[in-house]
C-alpha cells in the first residue's frame, strides 16, 4: 500500500514538473493509486510556481502538499446513498410525511403530500401549515407543534387541512422530534393518513355503541325507582352522565291541552324549556320533533336544527343554547 501511494505521488509529481508554461495558470490534479485517491493543487505565474519553489533539473517547481481523500469520498458517497434511499422511502410511503424545523417551517414535503393536496414542495417549501393549510378554527396545531418542540409527547392529533381547490380533509397524524446531540428539537416529522371517508363511519358506530350501552344502563334506575319523580330523574341523569347528551328531559303530554308540560330535566338547559311552547296539536307548535313522536308514536331523529323547517319555532332559542340536533321519543303517554 505504501509503494502504491508513494507511486501516486511521484505521478503527480512528474505532471507538475513536466507541466507547460503556455498552459493554464491553475493546476488542479488527481490520481488513484489502488483504493486510495490523491488531490494536488498548483498555481504557476508568468511561468514560475507561486509559492515556495525549487529547482528540479534546472526548473521552477512548487513544493506541493498531497491530501489522501480516500476517505472523504467514501464518507460522501455514502451520505449520497444514504439520502437517496430516505428520499425513495419517503416519496413512496402512502401516508403525508411533513418535515418542520425548530420554526415551524417545512423542509420536507413528500410526494404523496403533494399529490393530496394539490401543492408542490417548492410552493410550500418555508411555509408553516398553521399559516397556510388550516382554518382559524384549527389553530391548535400551533399549540401542538409548540408542546412537540419543549419535549412535551402529543403522539396523536387530527385536524382539517385546506387543499388546493378549497376542500378540506381531516388527518390523523402521527407525530416524532428528532433532537440534537444537546437534546434540543431540531425537527418534527409528522406523518399523517387521511381519514376524511373513515371518520363519519367511525363516529356513527361509536354514538350507536355508546346509545346501547346507555339504553343498558337505563334499566336499573326502573328497576330502583320508587316513585315517578326517581324514574323521571334517573332515566334524564343516566342520559347525561353515561350517554353524554347536553340536556335530556321528560315531559308529560296534555290530553286535555295537547300540550307538553316539562316533568324533569338533567344536563345543560340554562332556562331552554322556560315557557317553551310545545303542542302535538296540528298547529305550527305542534308540528315539530316532540310533537310529531307524541302523535305517531316513532322515534323522531332531529339531525340538524337548521335545516329542519319543522323546528323553525324553537330555531333561535336553539342556537342561544347552542342545541343543534334532538332526539324526542314517545314513551306510553310520557316524551324525553
Known amino acids: 500500500m505504501q509503494v502504491d501511494k508513494y507511486n501516486a505521488v511521484r505521478g503527480l509529481f512528474y505532471v507538475l514538473v513536466n507541466f507547460h508554461q503556455d498552459c493554464f495558470d491553475f493546476i488542479f490534479g488527481n490520481a488513484e493509486a489502488g483504493c486510495h485517491r490523491w488531490e494536488m493543487i498548483a498555481l504557476r505565474v508568468m511561468g514560475l510556481v507561486r509559492g515556495r519553489t525549487s529547482l528540479y533539473h534546472n526548473r521552477p517547481v512548487r513544493v506541493t502538499v498531497f491530501r ?32 418542520l424545523d425548530r420554526t415551524g417551517r417545512i423542509v420536507r414535503f413528500n410526494r404523496t403530500a403533494e399529490e393530496l393536496t394539490g401543492y408542490r414542495f417548492d410552493e410550500v417549501r418555508g411555509q408553516t401549515p398553521w399559516d397556510y393549510f388550516l382554518s382559524p378554527a384549527e389553530a391548535a396545531a400551533d399549540k401542538v407543534f409548540k408542546r412537540l418542540t419543549a419535549n412535551d409527547v402529543v403522539a396523536r392529533h387530527e385536524n382539517h387541512w385546506r ?42 358506530t361509536q354514538r350507536l355503541n355508546r346509545l346501547l350501552n346507555t339504553l343498558g344502563a337505563v334499566n336499573p334506575a326502573l328497576v330502583r325507582a320508587e316513585s315517578e319523580a326517581q324514574l ?7 342520559l347525561v352522565e353515561q350517554g353524554e347528551f347536553s340536556m335530556a328531559w321528560v315531559g308529560l303530554a296534555d290530553a286535555a291541552t295537547q300540550r307538553v308540560t316539562v316533568a324533569c330535566q338533567s344536563g345543560f338547559a340554562h332556562g331552554y324549556l322556560e315557557n317553551l311552547d310545545i303542542r302535538y296539536d296540528d298547529s305550527l307548535q305542534g308540528q315539530g320533533p316532540t310533537g310529531t313522536a307524541i302523535r305517531t308514536g316513532r322515534t323522531v ?36
Not at 164 to 171: E, K, N, P, T, V
Request: aromatic residues 8%; negative net charge; glycine residues 6%.
Open 163 to 204: 387543499m388546493r381547490d378549497g376542500s378540506y380533509r381531516l388527518f390523523d397524524w402521527s407525530n416524532r422530534v428528532i433532537s440534537d446531540s444537546a437534546g434540543t428539537v431540531e425537527y418534527v416529522v409528522s406523518v399523517g393518513v387521511d381519514i376524511t371517508e373513515r371518520k363519519p363511519d367511525e363516529q356513527a
Open 301 to 336: 331523529i332531529n339531525d340538524d336544527t337548521e335545516i329542519n323547517t319543522n323546528f323553525a319555532p324553537w330555531l333561535e332559542r336553539s342556537r342561544e343554547h347552542g342545541y343543534r340536533s334532538s332526539w324526542p321519543r314517545r314513551c306510553g303517554c310520557m316524551d324525553k
Open 232 to 238: 323521571f330523574a334517573g332515566i334524564c341523569r343516566t
Open 68 to 99: 489522501d481523500l480516500t476517505e472523504r469520498r467514501r464518507a460522501e458517497e455514502e451520505l449520497r446513498r444514504e439520502r437517496e434511499f430516505t428520499s425513495t422511502v419517503l416519496d413512496t410511503a402512502g401516508s403525508l410525511i411533513v418535515v
